[in-house]
């Protein structure tokens, strides 16, 4: 069958900060389709000059879109457009497994994948080419008339037998990203998340057992990206990249064997770090240039009740120890926790300042759909525009906090933030230029978005 697979655009504010990177995911959908023997056509509308012109759908058997809870009008405007051809339409991703009635109501929708669908997806096609029951396909929910049938959830699947992404199928040149100066593309080592923070819906998309692929067969994926690509830097986008230890120096020593001149990023835990001082010395041996912490808050209540584990003394660390190995820290705060006051968030804004990281990325809490704090607060929920749940906007009614006045905190925090020295400014600078933006333009386009 012919397949057509669709990214959404991005959030505007991703437009305007100039950052894109490869939709790994649908890639690796993508892959195991062609090794399925079906034919497949990717069109990314989040990479520059991308567009999705009717002879792509016309020549499509089948339309796939994922979608994201910001990007979920943006996907379905994609499905009509697809369904008045009367091509079938299947949607993924977290917002339409959690949202499906929704997703269902528009009418342009006929089948969802539910989580992982590198097997949900060609076994779906297997059914429809050979006319058979698909609701005999585990991990879909489909529309029945006015009824919708969610068939039983797919087995966890075995990262390890994935094909690779199918890099192939879009110009990786195209996206604009970078670290240390380098363009950067993304890398998936593992799949699950044991922490299932309650504004994360990770660990309810992708299930709380933690499957990592091998030393071996990462550095495999790095030696294509590295001698068939070309990239000298690349960012591991898994969960909780450093989960293990043991494999992390595997693939450090791995990257140092083969000589490589790699620079990369990656996700990681505070209580992870501090507990791993010589993970992280092979890890800068290695090429390690920015290590992205979910620091989140100031606050110990407001770490227990989000769910972290961790503790602000923790936070403190981690940034001292990735310093003192000359890796760059970008930290993540969230403010507006429902125990919070503005007197809670300043102290997170302290914290950010005093911490004094390479970067900071401030945003408000936000209840997407599949969290736990979605059903703990969702007659709450004044707002559900979800290009609004960006993390720059408030969309509920918060307990203690004025919403126009913690828009203006948020405001506040990137403000107190970059302009704590003229040596942070410049590094801003920097940064930002990474993405072809200002500080002054970041500024106006978060009040323009909050007010």
């Known amino acids: 069958m012919n397949v057509l697979l669709v990214n959404p655009q991005s959030s505007s504010v991703f437009n305007t900060f100039g950052l894109s990177l490869p939709p790994v995911g649908l890639l690796y959908i993508a892959a195991s389709l062609e090794q399925a023997g079906h034919t497949v056509v990717v069109r990314d509308l989040a990479a ?3 567009r999705l012109d009717d002879g792509d759908i016309r020549r499509a058997d089948l339309v796939g879109i994922s979608a994201d809870t910001t990007r979920a009008a943006k996907a379905l405007s994609i499905a009509r457009r697809v369904s008045a051809t009367g091509r079938p339409v299947v949607m ?29 997806f060609p076994n779906l096609l297997s059914a429809l080419r050979n006319r058979d029951n698909v609701a005999s396909v585990k991990g879909l929910i489909i529309r029945d008339g006015r009824h919708l049938i969610e068939t ?26 970078s670290t240390a100066g380098r363009p950067i593309t993304p890398i998936v080592t593992s799949r699950g998340c044991p922490s299932a923070c309650h504004f994360c819906s990770s660990s309810s998309f992708f299930g ?75 890890m800068a041996a290695a090429g390690s240039a920015t290590v992205y912490l979910g620091i989140e808050s100031g606050n110990e209540e407001t770490l227990n009740s989000l769910g972290k584990n961790s503790t602000a003394t923790e936070a403190s660390q981690a940034v001292d120890i990735l310093r003192q190995n000359g890796i760059e820290s970008y930290a993540s705060y969230i403010i507006g926790n429902l125990n919070e006051t503005a007197a809670s968030v300043e102290k997170t804004i302290e914290m950010a300042v005093r911490l004094n990281t390479n970067i900071a990325q401030f945003s408000i809490l936000t209840p ?37 006045y913690l828009q203006i905190l948020l405001v506040k925090a990137f403000v107190r933030f970059y302009r704590r020295s003229q040596e942070a400014t410049q590094g801003f600078k920097q940064a930002a230029g990474r993405g072809r933006i200002t500080c002054r333009k970041m500024v106006l386009c978060a009040w323009d978005l909050f007010f």
């Open 48 to 50: 520059e000059d991308e």
């Open 92 to 120: 993924g991703g977290p917002h339409p497994q959690f949202m499906a009635a929704d997703i269902f109501a528009s009418g342009c929708v006929d089948y969802i994948v539910k989580g992982e669908g590198e097997l949900v």
């Open 152 to 177: 039983p959830a797919a087995d966890p699947l075995d990262v390890e037998t994935l094909p690779f992404p199918a890099r192939h199928l879009v110009d990786l040149y195209r996206y604009r990203a």
């Open 208 to 282: 709380r057992g933690w499957r990592s692929r091998s030393a071996g067969s990462v550095l495999a994926e790095l030696d294509e990206l590295y001698n068939r690509y070309g990239f000298r830097a690349v960012c591991f986008m898994d969960d909780n990249f450093t989960l293990d230890p043991k494999r992390i120096e595997q693939i450090a020593d791995g990257i140092i064997d083969r000589g490589y001149d790699l620079k990369w990023w990656n996700f990681s835990r505070v209580d992870t770090i501090v507990r791993n001082p010589v993970m992280v010395a092979r």
């Open 368 to 404: 997407y759909p599949g969290t736990k704090l979605y059903e703990q607060i969702k007659d709450r929920i004044f707002c559900r525009r979800w290009k609004f749940y960006d993390g720059l906007h408030i969309v509920f009614r918060h307990p203690l906090i004025n919403r126009h």
